[in-house]
């Protein structure tokens, strides 16, 4: 089992849709990352949460310490949002999920 | 402040060859990290330093080989390449046991 599961692997969504990526892991953490990955491969960092609930436009980052999960909500979804989300955690070094890719049809 | 950089972005290798990858970390970050990205996997961690020590290593083979610069910018060598070491390779740049990081946008690698 990997240390961090994402879900689900493959999201295709219509434009204005909710989104939820879900994050579960199973090793105690300093910190949980969402990056997004676009197809060019670099990576930019969306949130780095230890705890409660991060906001940054239309997009959300929740985490349960207790229960090893987080999620990541992007509301009123844009065919912009279309890329590879990807769930991180650091205990001693970070440790990836393999990523959901979404895509976003006009 | 400028953000890391890596060098090159892409690059083919023939299998047996040996490869440098470069990275220069964010301004005011002292550790970086290394991580392999194989085709539609998340990337996994091959090592980091901090003030131009290795201090934490991943699952890959001593044919895997880093570098911290004073400048805290790094390298990242890999000999007697194979097939299966092409991937996209990203760099991180943090400070200390801060828990953000700075990527790269990652070198292409293709061994042929």
């Known amino acids: 089992k990997n240390e961090v599961e994402q879900s689900p692997q493959n999201l295709t969504a219509q434009e204005g849709e909710f989104i939820t990526i879900n994050c579960s892991y199973s090793v105690g953490i300093s910190a949980l990352h969402w990056l997004q990955q676009h197809p060019g491969g670099g990576i930019v960092s969306l949130f780095m949460?230890?705890?409660g609930k991060k906001k940054h436009g239309r997009l959300i980052a929740t985490i349960n310490i207790q229960e090893k999960h987080s999620s990541l909500h992007i509301t009123a979804s844009h065919p912009r949002d279309s890329a590879v989300y990807i769930c991180?955690?650091?205990?001693?070094?970070?440790?990836f999920g393999q990523g959901t890719r979404l895509t976003i049809n006009p | 402040e400028t953000g890391v950089t890596q060098s090159p972005t892409h690059l083919i290798k023939t299998r047996g060859q040996q490869v440098t990858l470069r990275c220069s970390s964010q301004s005011g970050h002292n550790t970086v990290s290394w991580y392999q990205q194989a085709l539609g996997q998340g990337p996994q961690f091959i090592f980091q330093?901090?003030?131009?020590?290795?201090?934490g290593r991943g699952n890959f083979p001593p044919r895997f080989s880093g570098l911290q610069f004073p400048n805290y910018s790094s390298e990242l060598n890999v000999n007697a390449l194979e097939l299966d070491d092409s991937a996209l390779y990203l760099c991180a740049s943090s400070v200390g046991q801060d828990p953000g990081y700075t990527f790269g946008s990652g070198t292409r690698l293709t061994v042929v």
């Open positions: 949460l230890s705890s």
């Open positions: 991180a955690v650091r205990y001693q070094k970070l440790v």
């Open positions: 330093y901090y003030r131009e020590e290795e201090n």
